[in-house]
């Protein structure tokens, strides 16, 4: 299953990473439109154990693959691979309501 991130909310405190900022992300499935909102980590560990794909499209519809990652002090976030754009994928998706 692929899902597309559609929106994140993020909390306000100071962070080593902007994305570990991101507490829940909000999702869709576009084949079957299943929406769904989900934590930082079950996003990471869906993506990590059981191999799920999931992406952040921009307004000209570019995809970019969002992996996980982690911090030296062994924080576990989630990115977007590198691609053409300057901006921060995830970090410029609206907030989820």
Same mark, same amino acid.
């Given at each position: 299953?692929?899902?597309?991130?559609?929106?994140?909310?993020? @909390?306000?405190?100071?962070? =080593? $990473?902007?994305? !570990?900022?991101?507490?829940?992300? %909000?999702?869709?499935? =576009?084949? /079957?439109?299943?929406? %769904?909102?989900?934590?930082?980590? =079950?996003?990471?560990?869906?993506?990590?154990?059981?191999?799920?794909?999931?992406?952040?499209? @921009?307004?000209? %519809?570019?995809?970019?693959?969002?992996? /996980?990652?982690? /911090?030296?002090?062994?924080?576990?976030?989630?990115?977007?691979?590198?691609?053409?754009?300057? $901006?921060? $994928? !995830? !970090?410029?998706?609206? =907030?989820?309501?």
């Amino acid at each position: 299953m692929a899902i597309k991130i559609i929106c994140i909310n993020k @909390d306000s405190g100071n962070h =080593e $990473n902007p994305n !570990l900022a991101i507490t829940h992300l %909000g999702w869709m499935n =576009e084949q /079957t439109k299943e929406t %769904g909102k989900g934590t930082r980590l =079950e996003i990471y560990n869906w993506i990590n154990d059981k191999k799920g794909y999931a992406y952040v499209t @921009d307004a000209y %519809g570019n995809k970019a693959k969002v992996i /996980t990652a982690q /911090t030296y002090s062994g924080t576990k976030y989630l990115k977007t691979e590198a691609d053409n754009s300057t $901006n921060n $994928n !995830l !970090l410029s998706l609206p =907030e989820c309501r």
